[in-house]
Structure formats: C-alpha cells, structure tokens
C-alpha cells in the first residue's frame, strides 16, 4: 500500500479540519453578535465547511487508504 | 397540580406507545436467524443508518447532563462535541467503520471480537475483546437506567418511585429489543432521533421568544455570567477540550453498539452520505442543547440540589405538556442508547463467549433465541444494579469512554498494518487497560515529586497517555514477535469489495 501526494493532501486537510473547529485564535474574546459569542458563530460556520469538504470527500477520493478495493 | 401530572404521565405514555408499535411492524419482518436479528440483515439505508447511529450516541446527557454541565461552567462543551462528535468521530466513521464495513462484509462478520479472533487465528483474543467490552458496557446501561428513573422522579414529583420508573423502562426496553432484534432498535431509534432534534428546537425557540430573543439573552449572560461569553477559562482549559474530545471520540468508536453499526449498512453508498451529514447533525442537535443550559445560568435560573437545569428552565418559560414533551424525548435518548447497548452486548456475550467456548455446533435459531434471553438477563442484572448503585459501578460507568478508547488504537493497527501480530494485541490490549484501570481505581501517589496515579500527566489526562501506551506496545511488541502460523495476515487487505 503505496501512499501518494493525493493521499498525504487528504490526511492534512482532514488534519486542518479537527484542529480549527475550535477557534484557538480567539482565546478569551468575549464578543457577541446577533446575540451568540463570535466564537460560536466561527464553530458553527467551521461545521458547515467540514460536511462541504466531507462531501467532496466522498466524491472525489472514498476509498482511500483502504487497500485494494475492487468495485 | 393532577392534571399536570395527567398531562405528564399522558405525553409519556403516548410516546411509548408509539415507540412499541414501530417495535411490532419490525418484528413482522425479521426473520429468526441472528444476522438478521443483529444486523437486520445488512441492510439499513442512509437516513435510518444515520439516526440509529446519531440516537444511540445520545443518552441522557444531551438532556440533562449535557445542559447541567453548560449551566454550571459555560457553552464551551458545543466545541467539544463538535469536535468529538462532528469531526473526529466522521473521521473515524471512515477510518474503522468503512474498513470494518467492508472486511465485514467478505467474511460475514457481526462483532469486533469476531472479525479479530479470525484475523489473528485466537479465540482467546476474540473472548478478552468482548469480555473488556462488557464489562465497561455493564456500569454504563446501568446509569442510563439510573437516569430513566430518576427523571420520572422529577417530572412527577415524587409520585412515581425511582424503583418504579426505572423498572418500567427496562421492562419496555426488553419487551421491544427481544421482539424486534435490530431493525426494530433502528426503526425506534429513527423516531427518537428526530423527536429529540424536533423539541430541543421548539424549546430554544420558545425559551428565546419567552425571554424577550437572543439578544436580550446574551444581554443578560453578560450581566450575570460575562465569563460566559469569553471563550475557554474555568474547566475550559485547551488540554481538557483536546484530552476530553479525543478520549470520547475514539471510546466512542469501540463502544459496542457503535461499533456493531458499522457492520450493518446496505451499501457503501449508505456510509458516504451518512459520512458527510455528521457535522451539521451534531450542530443542530447540540448546540441548541448547551445554549438552553447556558441562557438558564444568564436567566438566573435556580436549581434545587439533585435536580436538572432543563426541566427547570421549561417548566418557568413553557407551558406543562411541552416540558413534558422534552422530558420524554429525553427518555426517547436514553432508551435509544440503551436498547443498542443490550443488543449489542448480548451479541458479543452469545457469538464471542457462548458460541466458541460451550457450545460451537449452536444453530443460528437456537443463537438468536439465546441472545434475547441474553437482553432480559442483561438488563435485569443492570436494573437490579441500579437500585443498590454500587460505588465501584458507578465509578466504571463513568470512566467507561476512556475505557473503550483503550482498545481504538490497537485495533486501527490491526486493521491497516498487516504486520500486527497477536502478542502485539494482547500487549496493547492488556497492558493499556491495566494502566487505565489503575488509574481509576489508585487513589494518587507522591513519589520524589512527581504524582503517580493522578488525573493528569503534564496537565494531559491520563486517558490520553493510556491510549499513546496502547499504541506503543501493540506496534512494538508487533515487531519484536513473528505472526503465529494461525494467523491470516491478509484477512483485512485483500480480497475486499466495495460493490
């Protein structure tokens, strides 16, 4: 099982996508719009671009990484 | 003050109802072999794979413990979950659930304990798999009873005893789980899931247009609670959101009823679309959960001691039969964990324990009648548990995510690194467990100024290090050893199919 540039690109991204869906960057911010802390709105908005690029995923590259899969 | 509890006991009673007559239309199309029973043949389609999973992830602690913990030291537990549930547990959902799904599915396999005693020729490993599974699944069915119970207690005040509340539900679980096997679990857990998702929205809508909108709300946190607002501070350390969602999110993976899930899908196509709806379920679910909990503490809302926020807070801005209508939904969560938790349980006790070991000539009829007197018995036990409460139980089934996390690693090495020999699962297996398990149970040691035994090693929880260990020995120990002549290095690589 041969990993290529592909796979390494996924494994990052997906890597990218745990590590920010808490917003770090806004440690201690207490700022609040249409009545929710910014940091929720950033979370909620994170979530939503997770199950978009989850989609493109399954799209683009299910299977990976799961050794040879004959369809 | 009886008609409220009328109107209570009648929401209740109704959804029950309802609940047992899904069990009923499941059964007449089971037939009596036990993939069928256990897995529903293999074929569940995306919405009800989704929501089975999605509802049989949720207990209690959406309801109660979940809006508690926002109450008493702020919303941050949305990032954890999302997190833990959202993120990390999809990324598992492909990691070891497609895998497993499609190992599964070539060699016909129905537990963990099975698909790892084939690939590494020991019926051995495949009966310690489902004996550390069920000893952590014992204690935790056990506190969703306690749960069931004492949330009766609190919607009727009393009226109905601990004992009575908790004997009922386990007596409905049974009755529906022995009838119905899987499909029924599934079909119920489909109606549970979307109740709970349909009423946490209601109740955010109602509390938020009760209390004058969201911004009159956040105006109120600030004056009351302003360290709510600011992200992290309190519990709230980066260590515990990483230590606790990475904890959750593989125990998670390994918990049976999970775990089993991943066996049960019609097609491959049924994951990918489930795969890709898990974020945005987890933030329609949880996030209005925590934020009732949070506006509560902004509303200065008081909780007498031992009671639940959410009630509380419904019964101040909704009218009766609504807050009734939430408290059922919360037994909604509660039976749809633990009705998979019986079945899988009883499966892993008939097909790893039973089967191999007292009688292997078993015919699959006579399986899948053991593993219904297997549900009664399990939860009977775990109900008569629950009326003494054990310290040590109650202890176990708190620590029982850390517990199941324990085995994650270890498998996810067997599953893609052909290597892994069986010594390496035993070591991984055993030791992690024993370092896990001495961490729960030894009270902490001073030792030339270093704490052994404590909560934390450099402020990281002990779950985390336990996991790192579980890793450690099953790949080391992996190489130091040569695969016994019994074992099937390329069970889990060759010969798979998607289609």
């Not at chain 1, 940091?39 to 799209?59: N, Q």
């Not at chain 2, 009673?13 to 293999?42: F, K, P």
């Not at chain 2, 084939?118 to 490993?125: P, Y």
């Amino acid at each position: 099982m041969t990993r290529t540039r592909t796979d390494y690109l996924w494994i990052a991204t997906f890597a990218v996508l745990v590590a920010l869906a808490v917003p770090w960057f806004l440690w201690g911010d207490s700022r609040v719009f249409a009545g929710l802390p910014l940091w929720l709105w950033w979370h909620i908005g994170w979530m939503l671009l997770t199950a978009a690029v989850f989609h493109l995923f399954t799209r683009r590259a299910w299977d990976r990484g799961m050794g040879e899969v004959s369809n | 003050m009886v008609s409220a509890l009328g109107i209570q006991l009648g929401v209740v009673g109704v959804y029950l109802v309802v609940a047992l007559a899904i069990g009923l239309l499941a059964y007449r199309l089971t037939s009596s072999d036990a993939e069928d029973y256990y897995l529903a043949g293999r074929s569940i389609g995306t919405v009800v794979l989704l929501f089975t999973t999605f509802a049989t992830l949720l207990s209690a602690f959406t309801f109660f413990g979940g809006p508690d913990l926002a109450f008493r030291a702020g919303p941050e537990w949305i990032l954890v979950m999302g997190v833990m549930d959202g993120v990390l547990f999809a990324i598992l959902w492909y990691v070891v659930g497609y895998k497993q799904w499609l190992v599964g599915k070539v060699h016909g396999y129905v537990t963990l304990g099975e698909m790892l005693g084939d690939r590494f020729g020991s019926k051995r490993l495949r009966a310690l798999v489902a004996g550390i599974s069920l000893f952590w699944l014992f204690p935790y069915v056990m506190l969703q009873q306690m749960g069931a119970g004492e949330a009766i207690v609190g919607l009727t005040n009393g009226a109905i005893p601990y004992w009575a509340g908790a004997a009922g539900i386990t007596v409905f679980m049974i009755a529906y789980v022995v009838i119905a096997g899987l499909r029924g679990v599934a079909w119920t857990d489909t109606l549970q899931g979307l109740f709970m998702l349909g009423v946490v929205w209601l109740a955010v809508g109602w509390v938020a247009v009760a209390a004058g909108g969201p911004t009159a709300l956040s105006n109120a946190l600030a004056t009351n609670k302003p360290e709510f607002l600011a992200l992290g501070g309190g519990l709230y350390s980066p260590q515990f959101i990483i230590s606790t969602a990475v904890t959750i999110a593989f125990g998670v993976a390994m918990f049976p009823q999970i775990n089993q899930r991943f066996f049960v899908a019609k097609s491959g196509k049924v994951l990918k679309r489930s795969f890709a709806l898990w974020p945005v379920l987890v933030v329609l679910l949880f996030v209005p959960a925590f934020l009732l909990g949070t506006w509560a503490a902004g509303l200065g809302i008081s909780v007498p001691e031992g009671a639940n926020v959410l009630p509380v807070l419904l019964n101040e801005y909704t009218p009766v039969w609504f807050a009734a209508l939430v408290v059922a939904g919360a037994m909604a969560a509660m039976m749809s964990s633990s009705d998979s938790m019986l079945l899988s349980g009883s499966s892993y006790f008939t097909r790893d324990l039973y089967r191999p070991f007292v009688n292997p000539s078993a015919t699959d009829a006579r399986e899948a009648w053991l593993a219904r007197i297997g549900v009664a018995v399990f939860a009977t036990l775990t109900f008569v548990a629950s009326l003494f409460r054990p310290g040590t139980l109650v202890e176990v089934g708190d620590t029982a995510f850390g517990g199941f996390a324990q085995m994650a690693l270890p498998v996810i090495v067997a599953l893609y690194w052909p290597k892994t020999t069986r010594s390496g699962m035993f070591a991984g297996i055993i030791g992690s467990q024993a370092f896990y398990l001495a961490h729960v149970f030894v009270p902490p040691v001073d030792l030339a100024g270093v704490t052994l035994f404590g909560a934390t090693y450099l402020t990281w929880d002990f779950a985390l290090w336990g996991m790192l260990l579980s890793a450690l020995l099953t790949v080391g120990v992996s190489v130091l050893t040569v695969a016994a002549p019994e074992e099937n290095q390329q069970r889990f690589s060759e010969g798979i199919r998607a289609d």
